[in-house]
Structures are given as structure tokens and as C-alpha cells.
């Protein structure tokens, strides 16, 4: 059983890793295979496609994910500290990341989501229940910050949620094609203030 579980956890980790950092079209099930040093054979076993691995891949990162997010905007803590959080935490993952592979390589939901959402339905869901998930978040925290009067009782939660993730992924997507991360370090935080009205 524990050799099971090894073998499929080392090729979603590996095809994490290199779709991540390249793309999903640019890696191969043999690259895969070779890298985490598992057999064809084997991957087969376990995945009856290079796209439904894909797709376990987003799981595994969204289950690893939610952990930070149930913490970071718990609502024991002030609304905004919720947002300035999330920031913090995207910024360090993405140093993490860029001083690992040798760049920045953004959001692994749209750099793997974006080539495959409209090709697979069952990734298609995957990438649909992380925006549901995100947004919700923020939901609750603009939902606590209208009630602290700290942004207008009109706000429309549900399409600031929606906003707040572009603008996130946008931000994400540019430092991928510039290959740098310090607009998020400069001025990423404020302009989500500006953008949730709380500036």
C-alpha cells in the first residue's frame, strides 16, 4: 500500500513541478516518467491520461492550499489582515518558487488550468471549485468589512470576490512573462486596498 501511494504522490509531484515551471503542453508523460523515475507502465496504472494527471495535480495543490487560506482568513483575525495575509503568503511562495526553479512561475492554476479548462471537463470543475473556494474567502472578509463600515454597504460582495481573483491571477500572470516579482513586493497590497475600497 505505502509503495502505491509513493509512486502516484511522486508523479503528481513531478508533474507539478514541471508543468508548473514550463507548461502542460511542453512536457511529455515519458518527462514525467523519467523524472520521478517511474516506469510507462506505471503511470498508466495509476492515470489513464497525461490531462487526468493534470488534474490530480490541481487537487493536490488546492487540498494543500486550503490549509494556508482556512488560517490566513480565519475570522478571528481583522478583515483586512486577512487580504494583507494572503499577500504575504503569495509573495514568499513565489520567492520559494522562482529561487527553486529559476523563475517566477505565477499561478499554477492558470499556467496548467488556462491550456486544459477548455479541453477537459473534469478539469474544467477542478478549476471552477478553486475560484469558488477563493472567493468565498473573500466573501466573508468583504462581508465582515461592510459590517465594520469599513467599505460602502453597497458593495457587491460577489462581484469584488470575482474582481479580487483577476486582479490576484493578473498579477501572478505578468510577473510569469516578466519574470519578476517586485510590483507584488512594491505595491500589490495597496492596490488590493484600492481595489476592495479600503485603500
Request: net charge neutral; glycine share 6%; hydrophobic share 35%.
Given at each position: 500500500m505505502g509503495r502505491t501511494s509513493d509512486t502516484r504522490e511522486k508523479l503528481i509531484d513531478t508533474a507539478t513541478e514541471l508543468m508548473w515551471r514550463d507548461s502542460y503542453n511542453a512536457v511529455s508523460v515519458d518527462d514525467i516518467c523519467k523524472k520521478a523515475g517511474v516506469k510507462k507502465g506505471s503511470f498508466y496504472h495509476y492515470f489513464p491520461s497525461k490531462i487526468a494527471l493534470a488534474n490530480a495535480s490541481m487537487q493536490t495543490?488546492?487540498?494543500d492550499m486550503k490549509?494556508?487560506?482556512d488560517?490566513?482568513?480565519s475570522p478571528t483575525r481583522p478583515p483586512l489582515a486577512r487580504f494583507d495575509l494572503m499577500i504575504d503568503f503569495v509573495i514568499d511562495h513565489q520567492k520559494e518558487i522562482a529561487e527553486k526553479y529559476g523563475h517566477v512561475c505565477g499561478?499554477?492554476?492558470?499556467t496548467i488550468g488556462s491550456e486544459l479548462a477548455a479541453q477537459d471537463d473534469a478539469m474544467a470543475q477542478t478549476i471552477g471549485s478553486i475560484l469558488d473556494m477563493k472567493t468565498a474567502y473573500y466573501k466573508s472578509a468583504?462581508?465582515?468589512l461592510i459590517d465594520l463600515k469599513l467599505i460602502p454597504a453597497t458593495t457587491n460582495v460577489d462581484e469584488k470576490a470575482q474582481e479580487i481573483f483577476s486582479f490576484i491571477v493578473g498579477q501572478l500572470t505578468i510577473a510569469r512573462i516578466r519574470d519578476d516579482i517586485s510590483y507584488l513586493e512594491n505595491?500589490?497590497?495597496q492596490s488590493l486596498r484600492s481595489l476592495i475600497g479600503a485603500a
Open positions: 495543490c488546492t487540498a490549509g494556508h487560506y488560517d490566513m482568513f499561478c499554477p492554476f492558470v468583504l462581508k465582515d505595491h500589490m497590497k
